[in-house]
């Protein structure tokens, strides 16, 4: 449910299949050691799309030093279904968890975030997208230095991917630590759109998925770097002792956040 | 393509998914390390199927000390599709390949054949089956300590598991360690089937796949015992120099082996 053929390029859909398993590693401060890779294709599927497909691949595989290791294939009764697996380590006990925010943290996120999301929109209405336009859609890229750099410093106290959405992720990290959020939304840094360079609504910065920068909590006193291996890194908010997630906007209004993260082509 | 709900039940369904995983580390003299998961569902799919799916894939991974590692779950536009991934180690440069045979080597396989495709056919044909009165196709085993037998002692040269069939599985040794085989057609050991103890017929045994039993070959100065881990050994036949895989019968006629090893539910 992550691609479609007619708007993603084999290469692209490549790349963000391994983007998608390096970023969980990346969310836990790990090193990426090797990757798996499952195709189940249709039988019709031209030879070519899966040579392109591995191209993308292999080209963020080899950035990544990440080797291809093993993997299945499969005939696919209907559609192109590809599982990755991306096997990481860390010093033990040094894995950032979900589940280590405390009341008090405070928020971060990396980069900027919804232009993903708002890509998918402009395609589902008709637009056709240059993929250089919106590299992070097409070319998402997962936040390894980045992460490693937070577990080697000891900054962060819990850790995920936004690729389910800000709002939905924030909230897996608020249950496994049994806490609860407030957020600024005005604070949380959109992405600007394509060639146009308008602020993208903020509603894609707070639900839309598919982007691979990471959310960490932090305690009161570290010191977090405004910027980490070429990464903006920006304060939203805070943890809190109640269970609730609170939006805050710039006027000071509070509102309930729910997780709304987009369901991506599965609710269309 | 390996199973159907309304003739497998759950646990059967999971304890089939390890076994292939497992059955490709027996097939190299490994020792299973750990295992990953990944399950795209139907959303209609009642989570009790989920459940007893676990159950039987985590009682066989019980059985071989393999933790359940990782993996991922996703949503599937129809049917169940489960990928599982395991991940074996062999002392370095001791796994055993395809690549290995040589002319002269002899042909062996384990245990009996040909149960796994006979019973799919009878449940093509209607047929109820009780699973207690067809394990080699509802409850197969991986033959892991079979295999690592053979690599401590050195004794194979190449080896696979006939997932596939014998007669495809066969070639893929021979292409891989570019020979051909002879193989005497009457000496491959038939199941006998169900309660009534009949021998298959021979197609089922030559061509039927899904099986997880080993093809292996072995230098012909090597001892092979005739029994390894309770599971019976018997040759049938020798790697040739010539490319071409040859079947004997029992009045000596020689004809051409071809690979047609089943492609179990595709081609129905």
Redesign the interface.
């Known amino acids: 449910?992550h691609f479609r053929r007619e708007w993603h390029p084999p290469e692209v859909v490549g790349h963000r299949c391994l983007t998608r398993g390096l970023s969980d590693i990346a969310a836990m401060g790990g090193e990426p050691v090797a990757a798996?890779l499952?195709l189940?294709l249709p039988r019709d599927l031209p030879q070519k799309w899966v040579g392109r497909f591995l191209t993308g691949l292999l080209a963020l595989a080899d950035q990544f030093k990440v080797p291809l290791a093993?993997?299945?294939t499969?005939?696919s009764?209907?559609?192109i279904?590809a599982?990755i697996?991306v096997?990481g380590s860390v010093p033990r006990g040094k894995a950032i968890l979900r589940s280590g925010a405390r009341p008090g943290d405070r928020i971060y996120i990396t980069g900027e975030l919804g232009e993903a999301a708002a890509a998918l929109d402009l395609m589902f209405s008709g637009r056709k997208l240059r993929p250089e336009d919106y590299p992070r859609h097409f070319h998402p890229l997962p936040r390894i230095t980045l992460g490693r750099y937070l577990r080697q410093k000891n900054l962060a106290s819990a850790m995920i991917d936004i690729s389910d959405g800000l709002s939905t992720d924030l909230k897996h990290i608020c249950e496994e630590s049994s806490v609860g959020a407030e957020i600024r939304d005005y604070a949380i840094p959109r992405a600007r759109m394509g060639k146009t360079g308008h602020k993208l609504e903020l509603k894609y910065a707070l639900h839309g998925g598919d982007e691979y920068e990471l959310i960490f909590t932090a305690r009161p006193e570290r010191k977090v770097p405004s910027k980490i291996a070429g990464v903006a890194i920006t304060e939203i908010g805070r943890i809190t002792r109640g269970r609730e997630m609170i939006s805050i906007n710039a006027s000071g209004k509070r509102s309930r956040l729910r997780a709304e993260g987009w369901q991506h082509f599965?609710s269309r």
């Open positions: 449910m798996f499952s189940a093993g993997g299945d499969a005939q009764p209907n559609g279904l599982d697996l096997l599965a």
